[in-house]
């Protein structure tokens, strides 16, 4: 089926508490907060993942395969909690198009700001915004919250839409599941080189499982770019962290795919689109934690050597977003330690030259770099890392 029919990556973003993970349970089924930590505290820490079907029986859009199949859709959960903004920037590269939640009886919150602020950094354009917990205020407030809506979204996203929901009650999930349908599907690129983000890393065996059955480590993301079959010798860059005569260096790490999933689907390519994951034959204490996570996959040869220095082309918010007080953006000064969001990863940086237009940054951690890919630009601000701009890789 996955096969078949289009598939498009939506991350669903906005502030802690405004009904995120209860929205896509009502829109795939699904819980996508399966990490300890995140169960007991109820909130988002990690990247939530969750996969459905969009099927269309005459004029109505379901989940339940009543009618015809129309769109596989993969599903990212990005943490709204002001602490993990890293997180959420990782989650925005993953995507094709954004689901933004807006709680009705709260309204515009920092987090809402920021994560629109992380969505333009990450040059994701097509936004749906749903206005969610109408059932808990009244015609009037609704009508007040709508505009106070479209007035946030400003002349860049005045054409999003907005729709009014309760995703406790399952109101108007169909008319969400209508707005995914009719997203355009980007244009996929599959006869460029391979290029896999990796956003999650782990073991996929339970404990006491026998050696003889046991799997290799796991790479979860998304494929950017080209084909990936089973059977291809891929490389891992920059790969693991070793200690050589007290100096870090980064070896990047060879193995081969032995298994492709497209959400729980195995499938024997994997092409752009959706979230996937590629089973390898990496000893499986290599994936545990999310070790692997912020590399970048592709067959042996392809990748370029990881970069200690990154040069930008860049634009810096008027303003802080994500906090409740007013402060500007100030200037980015020499010397000047920042973080970056570079694909998947998140790497410190050191300015080390700037003016109005350009900067060039060396990088704590190297990494992987392509021309043109946005880079979301955090300063830490008030004890935590603020996003204040992006930059264009030159």
């Known amino acids: 089926m ?53 099927y269309k029986d005459k004029d109505n859009y379901n989940i339940e395969k009543k009618g015809t199949p129309i769109r596989h859709v993969s599903f990212i959960d990005a943490p709204g909690h002001e602490m993990l903004m890293a997180t959420t920037l990782s989650g925005a590269t993953l995507i094709d198009a954004a689901i933004l939640v807006i709680a009705a009886n709260e309204g515009i919150k920092p987090q809402t700001h920021e994560h629109l602020m992380t969505l333009q950094a990450k040059n994701v354009d097509k936004i749906i915004i749903v206005q969610n917990k109408i059932d808990l205020i009244d015609k009037e407030q609704a009508k007040k919250s709508y505009k106070k809506i479209k007035d946030f979204l400003g002349k860049c996203h005045s054409e999003s839409e907005i729709i009014p929901v309760s995703a406790q009650q399952g109101v108007n999930i169909k008319e969400i599941l209508k707005s995914i349908a009719e997203v355009p599907i980007p244009k996929r690129n599959t006869k460029d080189k391979p290029i896999f983000l990796i956003a999650r890393s782990f073991d996929i065996n339970r404990p006491g499982t026998i050696p003889s059955k046991l799997k290799g480590a796991v790479l ?51 092409t752009p ?62 010397k000047e330690m920042l973080m970056l969001s570079i694909n998947t990863s998140i790497t410190g940086g050191t300015i080390k030259s700037v003016n109005e237009n350009e900067i060039a940054i060396d990088l704590k951690v190297p990494a992987i770099l392509f021309k043109g890919n946005n880079v979301g630009i955090a300063r830490r601000i008030q004890g935590h890392w603020r996003l204040i701009g992006y930059g264009e890789i030159i």
């Open 273 to 334: 689109g959706g979230s996937t994951s590629i089973e390898t034959g990496l000893d499986m204490a290599l994936g545990k934690g999310d070790l692997l996570s912020g590399n970048v996959v592709s067959q042996i040869g392809n990748l370029p050597d990881a970069a200690s220095e990154v040069k930008l082309k860049y634009v810096l918010f008027p303003q802080v977003f994500g906090i409740s007080s007013h402060i500007n953006v100030e200037k980015i000064e020499q």
């Open 220 to 270: 979860g993301g998304t494929l950017k770019q080209g084909k990936l079959k089973v059977g291809d010798e891929i490389e891992i860059k920059p790969g693991r962290n070793v200690t050589k005569e007290g100096k870090k260096e980064y070896n990047s790490v060879k193995t081969k795919v032995l298994g492709l999933f497209i959400g729980s689907k195995k499938v024997s390519e994997l």
């Open 2 to 54: 996955t096969e078949q029919i289009e598939t498009i990556n939506i991350g669903i973003f906005g502030h802690i508490d405004h009904g995120k993970t209860t929205l896509l349970k009502q829109l795939t089924g699904k819980w996508a907060d399966t990490h300890s930590e995140e169960l007991k505290r109820g909130i988002t820490i990690k990247l939530g993942y969750a996969d459905t079907t969009i």
